[in-house]
């Protein structure tokens, strides 16, 4: 499955920027989805996933309470709304797909198929 990555830009710390991830597949509904990012000189790190049948969602510590990842089926789109950015979330994110559900949903090697990234950039 192809994936694409839009909606980064630059914005100003405390502000808001929702990124879309457009999944080529019919079946996008049987996977699961996840977002990742990686900051310059920094390894990729998770961000958040959503499942494939209850759309469950799990997020990382440090992005918990302030971004909600989401999907729309019909529209084969996934979602990251991010409020409330800092700047130690300046990374590159990047979308992810795996087929059903994998138990270490963090874990950048149980995703198969990724987006080409997209940049955010928050200015302090």
């Known amino acids: 499955v192809q994936l694409q990555a839009s909606g980064g830009g630059l914005v100003q710390a405390g502000g808001s920027l929702r990124l879309s991830c457009a999944a080529s597949t019919r079946t996008v509904n049987k996977y699961s989805m996840g977002w990742f990012r990686q900051a310059p000189g920094k390894e990729r790190e998770f961000v958040a996933a959503?499942?494939?049948?209850?759309?469950?969602?799990y997020y990382a510590d440090s992005v918990k309470g302030r971004f909600t990842i989401s999907r729309d089926n019909a529209k084969r789109t996934v979602y990251l709304q991010m409020n409330s950015l800092k700047s130690e979330d300046t990374a590159v994110y990047y979308c992810?797909?795996?087929?059903?559900?994998?138990?270490?949903?963090?874990?950048?090697?149980?995703?198969?198929?990724w987006g080409q990234g997209t940049q955010v950039t928050v200015s302090s």
């Open positions: 992810s797909a795996t087929w059903g559900w994998k138990v270490m949903y963090y874990s950048e090697y149980e995703y198969d198929n």
């Open positions: 959503i499942s494939w049948t209850t759309s469950r969602t």
